[in-house]
C-alpha cells in the first residue's frame, strides 16, 4: 500500500476531496497540519489514515519530525504534496531530505517559483513574454520606464498570487514604491501588458502527457481587485480554446512537469502591442504548479460533469484516469465585497438563479482580498445567460 502525506489537508476547506480519493484509491492518506484534529471536518477525518499535528507548519523542525513519525510507522513515503502555493518550497525541501522523488526538488524551485527565471523557459517553449527588469534603485528603474514606457508592474520576484503588486503610472508612484518596498524582497519590474488573463489549468501525467485539460478567463486585473477592494469574477471557459491549449502543452514542456496539477496563466491581448503582437496573441504572464485557488476544482467539475479530485488521485495512484468528462458548460464565479449597496440582494438572487447555483458561501479572510466575501457559482450553457448573471450579482444603486 503506498504512503501519500498530505501537507496541510484542511486548507482550503474543499481540498478534502483530494484525500478521499486518494483513501478511496488504496492509498494511507497522512495528514499533517497545525489545526486541531477536533476541529477538522468530519469528511476530512473519515479520509484520513492518521493525523500529526504540529504547533506551526512554519516550523520546519516539527514538520521534519512529522514525516520521519510517518516513515517510522508506515514505511517509506511514496508522494508528499499540499496542492498549495506557499508550501511548494517546503514541499520540495522535505522531499529532497526524505528523498522521496515523485515530485519537485529543492534545485526545481527557482524555475517554478522566481517570476525572473519563468522567462527563459517561455522562450524555450516559443511564449512571448513582457519586457522585465529586477529592481535595485531609481537609475535602473528610470532607465528601463525610458525602454518601455508607463505604466509598469512591480511584484516580489517570488510572491503568491497578486499580493504586493503594484501598477506604477509615474514618477511619484515610482518614488513612493521604492521608499516603501521591503528592502530584504526581490521585486521585479514589467511592462504593462493590455490584456485579460486566461489560463490552462490541467493534470498531467507521469511521462508529461495531459490527462484532464481546461482553463479559466479573468476579464478584470486581480491586481486590482486586490489594490482596489473590488468585487471578483472570473469563469470556467465551456471549450478550451486552442491556442491556450496549445501554449499550455508547450509550457507543461519546457518547465519538465510531471505528475501535477498546474495553472498556467496567460494573457491574452486586448490591443495590439509593440513587441508582443496583435490583439487576441496569447501571451505568458506566470506557471502555478498546484491546482487554482479556491474552489475553482468544484468549478471545474460543474463546468465538466466531472471529479477532478477523482481525476487527479487517479493520477497518483495509477498514473492515468478513465473518469469520462461530461457535457459542457460555462462555470461562473461571482464574489461580491462586504459593505457595498448591490441593487439585487442575496436573497432575490438565490431566487431568481436558484437553478443555475451550485455553490453559495462566505469566502475565507485570508481569499477574500482577492475573491471577494461572498461567492455565488452558477452554470451556464451560454456566455449570454453568464453575462447577465454578472449584471445582477455585481449591479449596485445608483
Known amino acids: 500500500m503506498k504512503n501519500f502525506v498530505f501537507i496541510s489537508p484542511n486548507f482550503p476547506t474543499n481540498y478534502w476531496q483530494f484525500c478521499r480519493e486518494l483513501r478511496n484509491n488504496g492509498m494511507n492518506v497522512l495528514g499533517i497540519g497545525d489545526a486541531p484534529y477536533e476541529g477538522l471536518s468530519r469528511e476530512l477525518r473519515e479520509s484520513l489514515c492518521e493525523y500529526y499535528k504540529v504547533d506551526s507548519l512554519e516550523n520546519y523542525e516539527e514538520v ?79 532607465a ?47 511592462e504593462f501588458v493590455h490584456a485579460e488573463v486566461n489560463s490552462y489549468d490541467a493534470i498531467i501525467g507521469p511521462e508529461g502527457e495531459s490527462i484532464f485539460e481546461t482553463g479559466n478567463v479573468t476579464p478584470y486585473s486581480i491586481m486590482d481587485i486586490v489594490n482596489n477592494d473590488d468585487n471578483s469574477i472570473y469563469y470556467i ?56 485557488g479556491g474552489f475553482t476544482p468544484d468549478m471545474m467539475n460543474f463546468a465538466g460533469s466531472t471529479n477532478v479530485y477523482k481525476i487527479w488521485a487517479d493520477m497518483i495512484a495509477y498514473g492515468r484516469s478513465s473518469l469520462p468528462v461530461g457535457e459542457h458548460c460555462f462555470c461562473a464565479y461571482a464574489g461580491r465585497r462586504d459593505g457595498k449597496p448591490f441593487r439585487l440582494g442575496h436573497q432575490e ?19 477574500a482580498g482577492a475573491m471577494g466575501n461572498q461567492m455565488y457559482v452558477a452554470v451556464f450553457p451560454t456566455q449570454e445567460e453568464m453575462d447577465a448573471f454578472y449584471r445582477d450579482v455585481l449591479a449596485e444603486e445608483e
Request: proline share 5%.
Open 349 to 367: 438572487l438565490l431566487e431568481k438563479y436558484r437553478k443555475e447555483l451550485r455553490m453559495v458561501d462566505r469566502i475565507p479572510d485570508v481569499l
Open 144 to 190: 528601463f520606464i525610458g525602454e518601455v514606457g508607463w505604466p509598469v508592474v512591480v511584484k516580489p520576484d517570488n510572491g503568491v498570487g497578486a499580493s504586493d503588486t503594484h501598477k506604477l503610472g509615474c514618477d511619484a508612484d515610482l518614488e513612493r514604491f521604492l521608499r516603501e518596498k521591503d528592502p530584504a524582497v526581490p521585486y521585479i519590474m514589467e
Open 237 to 292: 471557459v465551456k471549450d478550451l480554446p486552442e491556442d491556450t491549449r496549445a501554449a499550455g502543452r508547450a509550457a507543461v514542456k519546457s518547465f519538465g512537469v510531471r505528475s501535477r496539477f498546474v495553472h498556467f496563466e496567460f494573457f491574452r491581448l486586448t490591443q495590439d502591442q509593440a513587441g508582443l503582437g496583435k490583439k487576441g496573441r496569447v501571451v505568458a504572464l506566470e506557471v502555478n504548479m498546484r491546482p487554482c
Open 64 to 142: 521534519y519530525r512529522a514525516v520521519a513519525f510517518f516513515i517510522h510507522k508506515y514505511g517509506r513515503i511514496d508522494w508528499l504534496e499540499s496542492n498549495n502555493e506557499y508550501w511548494l518550497e517546503r514541499d520540495a525541501r522535505l522531499r529532497t531530505d526524505f528523498h522521496i522523488t515523485s515530485g519537485f526538488q529543492t534545485e526545481d524551485i527557482p524555475r517554478i517559483k522566481y517570476k525572473s527565471r519563468m522567462k527563459e523557459f517561455y522562450k524555450k517553449a516559443g511564449i512571448p513574454a513582457a519586457r522585465w527588469h529586477l529592481v535595485e534603485g531609481p537609475a535602473d528603474c528610470r
